[in-house]
């Protein structure tokens, strides 16, 4: 599945992809000075809302309206998302 990001001045919207469907979608608050680790726990707490594995999530896309610069924060936090999955199934962790 693949994370997507379309951020804009106020307000980002989060889809998730499963091929061509959209299997979920959020809308948060955006906030520049968010950190990739905020917002990957955010959105790591919005996917096991939904019973998605993190395991599941393979990618990321962003778009913006606004300032693109507010875009990679979100990729990278997705690819945290990925990194903390795999290091927590390496040490044996049966979180979902």
């Given at each position: 599945?693949?994370?997507?990001?379309?951020v804009?001045n106020?307000e980002?919207?989060i889809g998730l992809?499963?091929?061509?469907?959209?299997?979920?979608h959020?809308r948060v608050m955006?906030?520049?000075?968010?950190t990739?680790?905020?917002?990957?726990?955010?959105l790591?707490g919005?996917?096991?809302?939904?019973?998605?594995?993190l395991?599941s999530?393979?990618?990321?896309?962003?778009?913006?309206?606004?300032?693109m610069s507010?875009?990679p924060?979100?990729?990278?936090?997705?690819?945290?998302i990925?990194?903390?999955d795999?290091?927590?199934?390496?040490?044996?962790s049966t979180?979902?």
């Amino acid at each position: 599945m693949i994370l997507v990001f379309d951020v804009g001045n106020t307000e980002t919207t989060i889809g998730l992809f499963d091929g061509r469907t959209l299997a979920a979608h959020w809308r948060v608050m955006t906030d520049a000075a968010r950190t990739p680790d905020e917002i990957g726990l955010e959105l790591s707490g919005l996917l096991r809302a939904r019973d998605v594995a993190l395991s599941s999530v393979t990618g990321a896309r962003g778009s913006s309206t606004s300032t693109m610069s507010r875009a990679p924060g979100c990729r990278r936090a997705a690819v945290w998302i990925v990194a903390s999955d795999r290091a927590a199934r390496s040490a044996g962790s049966t979180n979902p």
